[in-house]
């Protein structure tokens, strides 16, 4: 398992020119209304901290993929995806979403692939809990 974010992360950089958290952060925004979203929630589903996530859209705002806009009645700043950002998504999903199938599930059967899916959700829950007790977040909260 720890192979396989270097992996995604070559196959995006190769293909597309953007890291797999670059990635990320362009599809998280893609997904939400509006294609925008406060920073501080952004960082939250990104999994990241504010000043890490405050890098990256500033790459991407220089790359013309990304633009922070000042919010009315809500303290901070939003992330917006911009057109050219929603278009890197869009051409960079098929080779990521390949590469997913090619390293994880091509080599499972259905009921493999259910066991896994089930176990994933598993962990997730556990890793949810134990950081909202704050053991591990990597943001440093709690």
Avoid: I
């Avoid at 952060?25 to 000043?51: C, F, I, W």
């Avoid at 220089?62 to 929603?86: F, I, K, N, P």
């Amino acid at each position: 398992m720890t192979r396989l974010p270097g992996a995604l992360d070559t196959q995006l950089q190769r293909e597309s020119g953007v890291t797999h958290f670059e990635y990320w952060v362009l599809t998280l925004l893609s997904e939400e209304p509006g294609h925008r979203l406060q920073m501080s929630d952004l960082a939250h589903k990104a999994n990241a901290s504010l000043s890490r996530l405050s890098h990256v859209v500033s790459k991407l705002e220089r790359m013309g993929w990304a633009e922070r806009s000042a919010t009315t009645g809500r303290r901070g700043v939003q992330a917006v995806l911009t057109d050219d950002g929603y278009l890197k998504v869009v051409e960079a999903a098929p080779g990521y979403l390949d590469a997913v199938r090619r390293l994880v599930f091509d080599g499972l059967d259905a009921g493999q692939t259910e066991e896994l899916a089930e176990l994933s959700e598993k962990m997730t829950g556990q890793m949810s809990e134990a950081l909202a007790e704050g053991v591990g977040d990597a943001r440093g909260e709690r």
